[in-house]
């Protein structure tokens, strides 16, 4: 029986992104379409609003994921993407705000509240504030964690980390080194060759062989003539052919010649007379 579903299986953007500009009006700083998506720059002090525009008359009904991006060279660095989906379209829209480490962002936990553990992810890896959160508190990184790692001038050598230790029944600091060895990759190919010597090429300096040790026959060895002579000895007997004079030695004799055994007395069941030994032993 098939089933009926008002949302289609593939959903186009054929005028969404006119129609959604539209509807926003002020609140709207860019519309675009890349690589098949449509995102929305809108102002971020309108941001709950916009979002509530789109959940209850444009049927985009829930709040995917809540994303940030850092770009360092900007004045307001951060950017703060909102992924919707709507279920009864199967489509999907991105709108975004920028924000700046001390301009903070409207809540919108107001609308989902699946959206608090959202912020709080932007705000520990990025360090964006959400103003009228009421639990923005750190959510990935450990107790009392300084910086945020999602930062492009984050450290790559942090300082101290904390965790709990069984043994003091407590939680302690101890240093710490994020070690990230392929950041200082030179990417040049060893084969076209190097800088530097590489591990193992210190013993390219070892003076060739000038005359190598070579062999004409079995006999010699290269360990001198002592022993060359051992070589030439032969340690296995020869073919029997050889020793008889070029004859070769006498089959063994044929089985089926051999007599046949006697009859063997009593029955396979009778084990005791059987085996009862001659001569009247007990």
């Not at 186009?12 to 998506?37: F, K």
């Not at 992810?121 to 964690?145: A, S």
């Not at 001038?153 to 070690?179: M, N």
């Not at 073919?239 to 051999?258: H, L």
């Amino acid at each position: 029986m098939a089933v009926l579903h008002s949302a289609p299986k593939f959903a186009a953007n054929d005028g969404v992104q006119e129609t959604l500009a539209a509807a926003m009006g002020s609140m709207l700083l860019d519309a675009r379409e890349t690589h098949g998506e449509i995102s929305f720059t809108v102002k971020r002090d309108s941001i709950e609003d916009v979002l509530r525009l789109l959940r209850d008359d444009h049927a985009y009904q829930q709040l995917m994921e809540i994303a940030g991006v850092d770009f360092p060279g900007r004045e307001e660095r951060f950017e703060v993407v909102y992924m919707l989906l709507s279920v009864t379209k199967n489509h999907r829209v991105m709108v975004k705000v920028s924000a700046s480490e001390d301009t903070p962002v409207p809540t919108v936990t107001t609308l989902w509240p699946n959206a608090g553990w959202l912020e709080r992810e932007v705000f520990d890896m990025y360090g964006v504030l959400f103003d009228g959160n009421t639990d923005l508190r750190r959510i990935l990184t450990d107790y009392g964690f300084e910086g945020h790692p999602f930062r492009k001038d984050f450290p790559l050598t942090g300082y101290t980390e904390l965790r709990y230790s069984e043994d003091e029944k407590r939680v302690v600091y101890e240093p710490v080194k994020l070690a990230q060895d392929l950041r200082q990759f030179d990417f040049m190919s060893p084969w076209e060759g190097a800088d530097y010597v590489l591990p193992g090429d210190e013993k390219a300096d070892t003076p060739p062989v000038d005359e190598p040790k070579t062999t004409e026959s079995p006999k010699q060895t290269g360990a001198g003539a002592k022993a060359d002579a051992k070589a030439a000895d032969k340690v296995s007997d020869g073919a029997p052919d050889k020793e008889k004079g070029g004859k070769a030695a006498n089959p063994p004799e044929p089985t089926e010649d051999r007599p046949a055994k006697k009859a063997r007395k009593g029955k396979t069941t009778d084990t005791k007379a059987a085996t009862k030994p001659k001569g009247g032993a007990k």
